[in-house]
DNA sequence: CTGAAAGCGCTTACAG
DNA sequence: CTGAAAGCGCTTACAG
């Protein structure tokens, strides 16, 4: 393996000039720089990324810790992910939060002694032992959960977005609505999910959609059998169906 | 940080001591595996990775490349390498082979100064640069495509695929099959597709299948306009076409 | 502008 | 069974 030395001796130069060079720093001529970027071509010389890392207390490797890997949403932000740390030189190193939040435990004292740059959080929320486990210095974002511990944070509104969708089956005439939420025990988002829902009453309905809920209900009334055929609705819907039907009579 | 000198202090024995309780390697009592083992406990010390990997040339690190992190193989597949690394203790660190081939030596120049302890290349084909760049002595592994370099890889029979794929629509009585093989100058499997498919001929069909080729040609004849309105087949399929035409005269 | 030196945290012959 | 020492390849005050 070619090493500094190797170049250093290559361009009659010491170590540490050939660092400086490396690593953009100031403090040599022009013509020294010249000298060693031609020794470094010539030897084909590549930082020991680990040995640098042992030195300076980091490496340019980032964590990406998802549910699961081929999960969907993670897999699209993985993706992206990806191809940012790739752009800036970083790389990624993959880990699961799973089932069994033991593990995740494992992957942060793995990306610790990595000395990793930082670590991205896919749907999962940081507790106090996460910044326990990484140590007070690596930086972590949360990513489709907003983080409410003071770390960054790249999320939608779960509760409005909830909100947002409701609202658009409403002003497409539709008053038997299901909501699934997920287990709210294990899936940290179906609590704001929840609260979305129920804001909405009759008065937010869009009057402009008086004529489209005038055909859609027609439609209904066609197909009634099968209507009455469909699985009960949730009962945290019963409130809108009372609504609906109202405005029927 | 907690070093491999504060356990041996605490333990009251020398680092090297230390280092082989941990490496679980011969050469001490068993009432110094204790000192040490309780010293690493009260300590919660963890070993460096990076100091290790700098001294021993190797890290617990494996490559993992995939044409894009969220294309639909390469996530299971990606699933199952990390399940496994994990309950092996290595990490994985990812990577894509994308569209432009000169991303893929960055990534294997980053696994290579990382010490990896191998590459696992999903669709991809191992060429001697890649060997080049990753050095003689990091094992690699191609997933999705077999490799005829020497190197193991988990791949199915792609021309065989093919072949039982058509047969399978055979034994249901179609004739008109096309094939989605991939562009040959960028879809390395499509080659051995192609090759797999017309293999066959009507000596080659499944005895048993008679009565269901009635029933589906006859159902084919109902819907004759919808037939003819369809597709052209594609000009490889000509053969199968007239084959099936003469069964019918 | 440049180099000698110390040291990051570990491992591993070597010697006892 | 155990320890002192060298060294992996780099960076960075420090001194000039």
Redo the contacts with the bound molecule.
Sequence with gaps: ?V???DVAKHA??????V??V??GL????D??RERVETAVQSLS????YL??G???RQTSVIGLLAPMVSDALASQVMQGVEEEAQERGYAVMLGRTGAKSAYIAGYLRTLRTYRAAGVILISAVITPETRQLLGPNVPIISVAISDKSGSPSVAIDDEQAAYDATRHLLRLGHRRIGQLTGDPASIYVAQPRKRGYPRHDRSRLHPGDRHRQLLLRKRRRRRGRTAAAGARPHRDLRDERRDGRRRRQ
């Design positions: 393996m090493t500094i030395r009659g130069v010491s170590p540490a000039t660092s400086r490396v690593n100031v403090g040599y001529s013509e020294t010389y590549e930082t020991d040995a640098r042992l030195k300076t």
